[in-house]
C-alpha cells in the first residue's frame, strides 16, 4: 500500500512539475510538502487579512510555454496578465519609464540620450539573437565534459554548431556576455545613467555580486529570457498571485494521478547498499519508493536527509562548496492608496508595470559596498510591483498589494546580532528608501511582512535565503550545477534524483529543472 | 624579405622585432623614450638608486629566454623568500621556493593550511603546465577559425582530457571564480588567503572579490 514508484521532495514549483511529468507517464507518484501550502517560493498567502501577499517570487516571465503546453496549465486555471514597462524614479525629479510599447520607450530613451534611444534597437536584437542560442540549452541534459559519453558529445557539438551559425557580432556578443560584468557590458552600448543602473539590476538578482563584478553580464541574458505567449522580455504576473502557478501544475500533477501530500516534512533518504529505497518523515513514518527525486537544494537533500556517510568525500566537498550566499530580502506591504512619486504624480499607467529604485550605476555598486562588508544596504535596490492594479482579486476594493525585492540584505549580517534583532530595521530602511521617491508611502502602509534571508531559509527551505537555490554564478552552471560531473540529474545514490532549481539551468519560476529531471528518470527507468 | 617598422621598444615590441629580424626581416624599431624596455626598463630614479620603474619581473616564456639566448645575457637572480606576507599583529608569513619550508612557515599559523599547501601548489602546477601551452598560442578567430587554428584547438582539446576529471573540472571551475571564493576553499588562515588571492590581481582592476580573477592565481 505504501509503496510508490517515485517520491517527490519539495511541493515547489518544480517538484510539482516533476511530479506531473511523472505521473503523465504512468508512474506513481507521491510528493512529500513541509508546510501547510504548495508552492515552495511560488506561494500566495493571505498574511494580512484580505490581501493576498505573493510572499516570495512575485512575477513570472521564464516558466518555459513547452511547459505550460504540455501540462495543460490554462485549463488548470492558470491565467498571465501582462506587466507592462519598467518605471524609475530619478531623485533629480526626472525618470526613465520603458513600456512594452517600442516606439513610445524609444521616444523616453530619447528624451536622455539620442544615442541610446539607437543603441536600444540594436541591442533589443542582439540579446533575442542570444536568447535564441542559449534557449535550447535550457531543456538540454547538460554533457559531461570529461566523458567520452556519445549523447553528451553530440550535445557538446550541436553547441558547437550554433555557435559557428552565429553572426560575427553576436560571437563575439555571447563571449562577453559569458564573461563580462553587466556594467562593462552595458557600457559598450548606452551612455544614459540610469539606463545601464535600471538594466544592470538583472545581472545582479539572486546572486552575491555587484553590477560591476564579472559574470553579470550572463544572469542578464537569464532574466532576458523571460517568454510569455512567445514573446521574449516579457513580464507578467499570475491571476492570484504567484501561488496560483503551483496550484495550477498541482492541479495538472493530481489529475494525472500524482498524490500529494502537505505538512509532510521528510527527515531521512533511506539509502540501501548504495540506492535510495523512499523517506523517513519527520514523524517517524517510513514510505518506501523505487525511486526519489529531490526538489530541495544540495544542502539539505545531501548534507541533512542522505548523510555523508552515503556518499564519497570528493562530492561532499563539492556540496559544501556549493555557494549560497542570500543577498536578497522581499517586503510585501498591504496598502491603503497607491504611492504618489514625485517624479511623475498620480495613479497613472506607470504604476502597472516594475518600479524600480536604480537610479544610477554608483548607487547600484555602493548597495553592494555595503554588503560585501556584512552590512545590508543602507540606500538598497528596490524592484516592487503592485499585483491588485493589474488583478483586483488580491485586495479588497480600492486597497492595493504591493511586493519589493530587496538587494542587498547579506545572509551572513555582521551587524552585532542576528538578523531576527534587524528584522524590523531592515524593513525601516526599505520604507525610507522608497518614502524619498513617494513621501506619502508611510502613511498609507496598513501591514507590513519582512522577509529576511534568514527568513527565506526557515520558511521555504532555500539554505541561506539563496531564492535561486545557489548562485546563478558561471562555475555553478550548466554542467557545473550544483556539482562537477553531477549535472545529470543523477546523483551519487542510485535511484536519488535532483529536479529543483540547483540542477541546470537553474532558477526562477521556470519549471525546466523538473522537466528535464523527469525526462531523466523516465528513460532511466527504461533500461 | 620586407622592410617593417615596429612601434614601441617595450620588451613585446623588442621580442617581435627579434623574431622578425632572425627571420630576415629589416626591422626598425621606434621607441617615444630616450631609453628602451618601456615597462621593464630599469632607470636611476633618485641618484644612485636604481629601479625597474613600472614592472616586476613576469613569467618570461622559457621559449622567448630560449630563443634569444638571454640567460648569457641576463642573470636571472631568484630572490629566496620571494614573497613575505605581512599580518598588522606583527607577524610574518614568508613564501620560499621551497614548498616544504613555506608549508612550515604556514604551519605556525594553521596545520591544516600547512597540509594543504603542497597540494594546492602541486594542482596550480599542473593547471600551469596545461595554461601555459596556451600562451604560446596565437587565438584562434572565432568567427573563422583556419584549418591550423583548428588543428591546434584540438590539440588543446586532447591536453585538457589528459588532465582527467578532477583537475579538467577544476580548471572549468576555477576559470571564473572570484580568487577570494577559491583561496577560502582550501585555507582557512586570512593572510594566506590575503597573500595567493593577491597574485590574483596584480595589474588588475578588482579586488580580490568579484569572479574572473582564479586563473591569474597560477
Given at each position: 500500500m505504501n509503496k510508490y514508484d517515485v517520491i517527490v521532495i519539495g511541493g515547489g514549483h518544480n517538484g510539482l512539475v516533476n511530479a506531473a511529468y511523472l505521473a503523465k507517464a504512468g508512474r506513481k507518484v507521491l510528493v512529500l510538502e513541509?508546510?501547510?501550502?504548495?508552492?515552495?517560493?511560488?506561494v500566495t498567502e493571505?498574511?494580512?487579512?484580505g490581501f493576498q501577499y505573493s510572499v516570495a517570487s512575485y512575477v513570472v516571465?521564464?516558466?518555459?510555454p513547452e511547459i505550460i503546453r504540455e501540462l495543460d496549465l490554462p485549463r488548470h486555471g492558470l491565467e498571465i496578465l501582462p506587466l507592462d514597462g519598467t518605471f524609475t524614479p530619478m531623485p533629480s525629479g526626472d525618470h526613465l519609464w520603458r513600456v512594452n510599447d517600442h516606439a513610445k520607450t524609444r521616444r523616453e530613451i530619447a528624451r536622455h540620450s539620442k544615442l541610446d534611444a539607437e543603441a536600444y534597437d540594436e541591442y533589443g536584437k542582439a540579446m533575442m539573437e542570444m536568447g535564441r542560442f542559449v534557449k535550447p540549452i535550457l531543456t538540454m541534459t547538460p554533457?559531461?565534459?570529461?566523458?567520452?559519453e556519445p549523447r553528451g558529445l553530440m550535445n557538446l557539438l550541436f553547441l558547437g554548431r550554433r555557435f559557428q551559425a552565429l553572426s560575427d557580432q553576436d560571437k563575439y556578443n555571447q563571449v562577453q556576455l559569458m564573461t563580462m560584468s553587466a556594467v562593462d557590458f552595458l557600457d559598450q552600448w548606452f551612455e544614459t545613467d540610469v539606463l545601464k543602473a535600471t538594466m544592470s539590476a538583472s545581472g545582479i538578482i539572486?546572486?552575491?555580486?555587484?553590477?560591476?563584478?564579472?559574470?553579470t553580464a550572463y544572469v542578464l541574458l537569464h532574466h532576458y529570457m523571460?517568454?510569455?505567449?512567445?514573446?521574449?522580455r516579457s513580464w507578467g504576473l499570475s491571476r492570484g498571485g504567484t501561488g496560483a502557478i503551483s496550484l495550477a501544475i498541482a492541479d495538472a500533477a493530481r489529475e494525472a494521478g500524482a498524490e500529494i501530500r502537505t505538512e509532510t516534512a521528510v527527515s531521512k533518504i533511506i539509502v540501501k547498499d548504495g540506492a535510495a529505497s523512499g523517506v523517513v518523515l519527520a514523524n517517524g513514518d517510513y514510505i518506501t519508493a523505487d525511486v526519489v527525486s529531490s526538489s530541495v537544494d544540495p544542502n539539505l537533500t545531501?548534507?541533512?536527509?542522505?548523510?555523508?556517510?552515503?556518499?564519497?568525500s570528493g562530492f561532499v566537498d563539492d556540496v559544501k562548496r556549493y555557494k549560497y550566499r542570500g543577498s536578497s530580502g522581499k517586503v510585501n506591504l498591504a496598502l491603503d492608496a497607491l504611492p504618489n512619486f514625485t517624479a511623475m504624480p498620480g495613479a497613472?499607467?506607470?504604476?502597472?508595470g516594475a518600479i524600480s529604485i536604480s537610479p544610477g550605476v554608483e548607487y547600484m555598486e555602493r548597495a553592494y559596498d555595503e554588503a560585501k562588508y556584512g552590512r545590508y544596504s543602507r540606500r538598497p535596490y528596490i524592484d516592487m510591483v503592485i499585483p491588485s492594479l493589474t488583478?483586483?482579486?488580491?485586495?479588497?476594493?480600492g486597497k492595493h498589494v504591493m511586493s519589493c525585492f530587496v538587494q542587498?540584505?547579506?545572509?551572513?549580517?555582521?551587524?552585532?546580532?542576528t538578523w531576527d534583532d534587524h528584522r524590523e530595521a531592515f524593513g525601516d530602511t526599505v520604507i525610507n528608501t522608497i518614502a524619498e521617491y513617494a513621501p506619502n508611502i508611510k502613511d498609507i502602509i496598513l501591514h507590513r511582512q519582512v522577509l529576511t534571508p534568514l527568513d527565506i531559509e526557515r520558511t521555504f527551505g532555500l539554505t541561506e535565503g539563496n531564492i535561486f537555490q545557489g548562485e546563478l554564478t558561471l562555475e555553478q552552471?550548466?554542467?557545473?550545477?550544483?556539482?562537477p560531473g553531477w549535472a545529470?540529474?543523477?546523483?551519487?545514490?542510485?535511484s536519488l534524483y535532483m529536479c529543483g532549481s540547483?540542477?541546470?539551468?537553474?532558477?526562477?519560476?521556470?519549471g525546466a529543472p523538473g522537466r528535464n529531471a523527469a525526462q531523466k528518470i523516465i528513460k532511466d527507468g527504461r533500461r | 624579405m620586407s622592410a617593417i617598422i615596429v612601434i614601441g621598444a617595450g620588451h613585446n615590441g623588442m621580442t617581435t622585432a627579434f623574431y622578425l629580424a632572425k627571420a630576415g626581416h629589416k626591422v626598425t624599431m621606434l621607441e617615444r623614450?630616450?631609453?628602451?624596455?618601456?615597462?621593464?626598463a630599469t632607470e636611476e630614479?633618485?641618484?644612485g638608486f636604481r629601479a625597474p620603474?613600472?614592472?616586476?619581473?613576469?613569467?618570461?616564456?622559457r621559449s622567448v629566454i630560449r630563443d634569444m639566448g638571454l640567460a648569457t645575457r641576463v642573470q636571472f637572480i631568484h630572490p629566496d623568500p620571494r614573497l613575505v606576507a605581512l599580518s598588522p599583529d606583527g607577524r610574518a608569513l614568508p613564501f620560499s621556493a621551497d614548498i616544504g619550508r613555506t608549508a612550515e612557515a604556514i604551519g605556525a599559523f594553521s596545520q591544516n593550511d600547512a597540509r594543504r599547501y603542497p597540494e594546492f601548489c602541486e594542482t596550480l602546477r599542473r593547471l600551469g603546465v596545461f595554461l601555459s601551452g596556451l600562451f604560446d598560442l596565437t587565438p584562434p578567430s572565432i568567427d573563422a577559425p583556419a584549418a591550423g587554428e583548428m588543428w591546434e584547438m584540438l590539440k588543446v582539446g586532447k591536453r585538457f582530457r589528459a588532465l582527467g576529471r578532477t583537475d579538467s573540472f577544476r580548471l572549468l571551475r576555477w576559470g571564473p571564480m572570484a580568487a577570494a571564493d577559491l583561496v577560502s576553499e582550501w585555507f582557512e588562515t586570512d593572510l594566506l588567503q590575503a597573500a595567493v588571492a593577491s597574485r590574483g590581481v596584480f595589474g588588475r582592476r578588482w579586488a580580490p572579490g568579484p569572479p574572473g580573477v582564479a586563473p591569474c592565481c597560477s
Open positions: 513541509r508546510r501547510h501550502v504548495l508552492g515552495g517560493a511560488a493571505e498574511i494580512y487579512p516571465s521564464l516558466l518555459r554533457p559531461d565534459p570529461t566523458s567520452l539572486g546572486t552575491f555580486l555587484g553590477v560591476r563584478s564579472p559574470g523571460g517568454e510569455i505567449d512567445g514573446a521574449f545531501f548534507l541533512k536527509m542522505v548523510g555523508t556517510e552515503h556518499l564519497p497613472g499607467p506607470h504604476l502597472r488583478d483586483p482579486s488580491v485586495a479588497p476594493p542587498y540584505a547579506p545572509y551572513n549580517l555582521k551587524e552585532g546580532g552552471l550548466f554542467f557545473l550545477r550544483p556539482a545529470q540529474y543523477r546523483t551519487p545514490v542510485k540547483a540542477t541546470h539551468p537553474g532558477g526562477g519560476i521556470m | 623614450r630616450p631609453v628602451v624596455g618601456g615597462c621593464a630614479f633618485a641618484l620603474l613600472a614592472n616586476a619581473v613576469g613569467p618570461l616564456r
